[in-house]
């Protein structure tokens, strides 16, 4: 149960090991959940209709006659109620794991309480809980209790564009704090001098916001560049 553009590299991975046995469900009703005759109490999980993944990338849709059990279920927690609680069969993920892992501010503030050397960010935080945010030299963080103060503390932006280490960047990434590491929606990715730009794109995710969300600004750095290969001349010495 998954968006499909989320989970497609392994999908079609896992057709290529394991044809026909990688199914991606669109929809709940796609699903059927009956109660488990080997674990009283818990429920299994049987597909009714799925997109199966075959060797070679094919894709079919399938509708099958008698219902496949599931046994693993990986599921995306952000796509609407779960349907992995209280199954026989293991499973990846839930709406409050989903949370925790796709909080971009919240595993900046891990990871950087872990000594990893991290990039500077501004999060401009509307109605933070208390004690969230921990302090880290590299994190500028901006309280905000009203919707209409997040206009106004755009200025906020400036001040952070105008630190020595984010002039050191390319790029800054414009994004909500729930928005995952990997995912590209309420997201941007812009040109440090564009300061109108990055105004812009900061201005148009108040409206998205919610309570204990951030905006996010963070610096983005060229790549590292691959060592060019050298000529080394060899040259052969004899003895005199």
């Given amino acids: ?27 709940p009703s796609w699903v059927s959940r009956l109660p488990s005759k080997t ?23 399938d509708t099958f006659s008698s219902p496949c059990r599931v046994t693993y279920l990986l599921e995306d927690g ?27 501010l919240l595993n900046y503030q891990l990871l950087g309480g872990k000594g990893v050397p991290l990039p500077p960010m501004l999060a401009l935080a509307y109605r933070p809980s208390v004690g969230l945010v921990s302090p880290h030299p590299s994190l500028m963080f901006h309280s905000i209790q009203e919707k209409e103060d997040l206009q106004v503390s755009m200025e906020v932006i400036n001040a952070f564009l105008k630190q020595p280490e984010v002039q050191g960047s ?31 794109a900061a201005a148009a995710l108040v409206p998205q916001i919610r309570s204990g969300e951030s905006i996010l600004l963070t610096a983005c750095y060229p790549s590292i560049q691959p060592l060019q290969k050298c000529r080394v001349r060899k040259t052969l010495f004899r003895g005199c």
């Fill in 1 to 27: 149960m998954a968006s499909p553009d989320k989970y497609l590299p392994l999908l079609l991975a896992g057709g290529k090991r394991c044809p026909g046995r990688m199914m991606l469900c669109l929809c």
């Fill in 78 to 104: 952000s796509v609407g109620s779960s349907m992995g609680e209280g199954l026989d069969c293991p499973t990846c993920g839930s709406p409050k794991l989903n949370t925790l892992t796709e909080d971009v």
């Fill in 170 to 200: 390319d790029k800054v990434l414009v994004q909500l704090s729930t928005s995952g590491w990997g995912s590209q929606e309420s997201t941007a990715v812009l040109n440090r001098e564009d300061r109108e730009g990055l105004l812009s």
């Fill in 39 to 61: 674990l009283p109490g818990l429920f299994s999980l049987f597909i009714l209709k799925a997109v199966t993944f075959e060797a070679g990338g094919y894709t079919y849709l």
